[in-house]
């Protein structure tokens, strides 16, 4: 019924365990500074306050608190194409060398090794995100056109269910674009805007069979998600109620901090390699098709200029 092996996906993440380690550091990191430099700001608020009354002294805690959280979150905003260039990318570059079976080294070299191999397709982080950043609104465009498509098929209430299929759906974007990411360096090229150009057009032909795997794969991430959500209610609140002045709506933001850490370390990761053996066996022996490139040209203006880039990339510079 799916694409991907389960036990396949688990192998990947085992035999990439530097980067499953890396990415915990990462992302529990993340949500330690949340925590603490919330806290920080909320107990800096609470003293500042104790000068007022009770009202000001509780109005200074929260803002304090809300300082504190949007700072983490700014610094985070500021390091997301660092992120996308270490961390995300190079997980994917060593989860395509073993489904391409090529050995790999092991421990932190493994680590240096993607590093390469990411370099060798994007000589610089804002090379990467804009590839990210256009391959994500052509996925969006692709997922419009397959609901248009549907709106043509004589079946009653097709479009309301259509409608939430395609909300549902458009979480999948985060899933596909390092999909496509995974097969601009599976072609090996130096070329990534055109290896990005082919991998959404054969992502387009396969609509069908990659929406269904990852209409599976979204249920079981965000449903994991939720379990986790729930799980860290109690600790989470613990933590909030310790914050000067007991920052009660605390508990319910830290939870889901705690959960989204745990979904980016632990549960992507999983997604992605199980995303990656689909798209791998349903392309396997295709070429793009120039109808379906046409369709999708015909709808995306990033599409278009991402051919554009194709067409006039000179390659990164030369190792040295």
Wanted: aromatic share 12%.
């Amino acid at each position: 019924m799916w694409d991907f092996s389960v036990s396949g996906a688990l192998g990947l993440m085992l035999r990439t365990l530097p980067f499953v380690v890396l990415r915990m550091l990462v992302y529990f990191g993340m949500a330690a500074a949340y925590v603490l430099l919330t806290g920080t700001g909320a107990g800096l608020g609470w003293l500042i306050g104790s000068a007022g009354d009770a009202d000001f002294r509780s109005g200074a805690t929260l803002f304090g608190g809300i300082a504190g959280f949007g700072l983490t979150a700014g610094i985070i905003y500021l390091l997301r194409e660092y992120i996308l260039y270490v961390v995300k990318a190079g997980h994917i570059a060593v989860m395509v060398e073993l489904l391409e079976r090529r050995d790999l080294p092991t421990g932190r070299a493994q680590i240096a090794h993607a590093t390469i191999i990411v370099k060798q397709r994007f000589a610089e982080t804002n090379v990467l995100f804009l590839f990210d950043q256009l391959v994500r609104g052509v996925l969006g465009a692709i997922l419009g056109l397959v609901r248009g498509v549907a709106s043509f098929l004589p079946i009653p209430g097709l479009q309301q269910v259509m409608g939430l299929v395609h909300a549902f759906l458009r979480l999948s974007v985060g899933l596909m674009d390092e999909v496509i990411l995974g097969h601009a360096i599976r072609t090996n090229s130096n070329n990534a805007w055109e290896s990005a150009r082919t991998g959404l057009v054969l992502y387009a032909q396969n609509s069908g069979a990659m929406l269904r795997n990852a209409a599976f794969l979204l249920v079981f991430t965000y449903g994991l998600t939720f379990v986790i959500f729930l799980l860290m209610l109690a600790p989470a609140a613990g933590i909030a109620y310790a914050i000067p002045g007991g920052w009660s709506a605390g508990g319910i933001v830290f939870a889901l901090i705690f959960a989204w850490s745990v979904k980016a370390a632990l549960v992507e990761p999983f997604a992605v390699a199980c995303m990656l053996q689909a798209y791998f066996k349903v392309s396997a022996g295709q070429t793009p098709d120039p109808v379906w490139e046409a369709r999708v040209s015909g709808v995306s203006q990033k599409f278009q200029e991402l051919k554009s880039k194709a067409t006039h990339w000179a390659g990164p510079p030369a190792a040295t």
